[in-house]
């Protein structure tokens, strides 16, 4: 039993990154959990500002790639975070018991804040709205890659903090990591894959065509040694290969290796290509075939909306009574 939550942001397509250390897993968590809520963080997305009519076309975008990666709209509650207003309210309790130094080392914050000359008041306290995302469903289980791992451990440090304060409400979330934990860039492999990465060669996206993901792969930086091995500290790139292509064939990183031996590694980037191509062709033809129906995936989120809402307004309504709102 337990709860199961998790959250993309829809700044883009999602990547071999999401699927694999995220998305992978939101599709089978939801065959095992009876109660699964999936959601389009747009919150998230604005920390660094968007345009209003891409920002709509992304959510819906998001929606597609999600149904195409498996999530099913009848196990998992799909929603979008910006509808359900308790997020932000939450947010706010919780940020009210966090304290300054506790989000400056978060990774989130020293990446992004740098890409920027300065970072926004939204993108140093976004791990405080990610701990409302999860407690608000009083969640346990959070499906997530591993640079996410130091948000969950604020998500539990709040949920204990609010119960030290405010009398037992939240129960301890879990994060629950994919075997695939992190998927690096291509073009700087000591960087994890990013889609709001600005390089369109570090990122191979769900929906890449064949000749896109051909080209990228056989770009991907890596080193001057021509033999392929794992080992992810001192040759990062062809580590990042391997593990791509033992994650979309389903084999182990050693069977990988194997299927490598006597090739160069400009021969063995052909073998991940057409591993990655297999695997990605259908979700690619599906999103495809999916987004096409705008109106069919607003009614779909605007019916996960609803139902979030349901969940949300109870845990709301007791957190309210407990800080003494009410
Ligand atoms: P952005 O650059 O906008 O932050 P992102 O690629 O980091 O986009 P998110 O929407 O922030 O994607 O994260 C969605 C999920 O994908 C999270 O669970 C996150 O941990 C996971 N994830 C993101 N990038 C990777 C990666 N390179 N490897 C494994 N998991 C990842
Ligand atoms: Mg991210």
């Known amino acids: ?10 700044t883009g397509v999602p990547h071999l990154g999401n699927y694999l250390g995220a998305l992978e897993n939101w599709v089978s968590l939801q065959n095992q959990y009876s109660s699964v809520l999936y959601s389009i963080v747009d919150l998230h997305s604005i920390t660094q500002p968007k345009d209003p009519a891409l920002l709509r076309n992304n959510i819906l975008d998001m929606a597609a790639s999600l149904l195409a990666c498996g ?13 359900v207003s308790e997020h932000s309210e939450l947010s706010w309790i919780l940020g009210c018991l966090t304290s300054m130094p506790r989000l400056r080392h978060l990774p989130q914050w020293k990446v992004k804040s740098k890409q920027k000359n300065e970072g926004s ?17 009083k969640s346990t289980h959070v499906p997530v890659g591993e640079d996410q791992v130091q948000h969950l451990d604020l998500a539990q440090d709040l949920a204990r903090i609010f119960n030290y304060h405010y ?4 129960p301890e979330a879990r994060a629950l990591l994919s075997s695939t934990r992190k998927v690096k860039s291509l073009r700087d492999p000591s960087a994890k894959m990013s889609k709001s990465d600005t390089q369109a060669m570090a990122t191979i996206s769900i929906t890449d065509s064949p000749d896109d993901i051909a080209l990228k792969i056989r770009r991907a930086v890596t080193d001057f040694t021509s033999e392929v091995t794992f080992d992810p500290e001192t040759r990062p790139g062809v580590s990042n290969l391997v593990t791509i292509h033992a994650a979309m064939a389903t084999i182990t990183v050693q069977e990988a290796v194997s299927r490598a031996k006597g090739l160069d590694t400009g021969a063995y980037k052909t073998l991940v ?3 990655v191509i297999q695997r990605l062709t259908p979700i690619r033809e599906e999103f495809q075939r999916l987004r096409a129906d705008r109106a069919h995936l607003q009614n779909l989120l605007e019916l996960g909306n609803r139902r979030a809402r349901e969940l949300a307004a109870p845990v709301m309504a007791e957190v309210r009574h407990r800080v003494g709102f009410s």
């Open 121 to 137: 008041v939204g993108l140093y306290t976004y791990p405080v709205l990610q701990a409302a995302d999860i407690l608000l469903y």
């Open 71 to 83: 999530v099913d709209p009848e196990r998992a509650i799909l929603f979008q975070q910006s509808q």
């Open 167 to 170: 009398g037992d409400v939240f």
């Open 1 to 10: 039993s337990g709860r199961v939550f998790s959250g993309i942001q829809p």
């Open 273 to 275: 290509s057409e591993a």
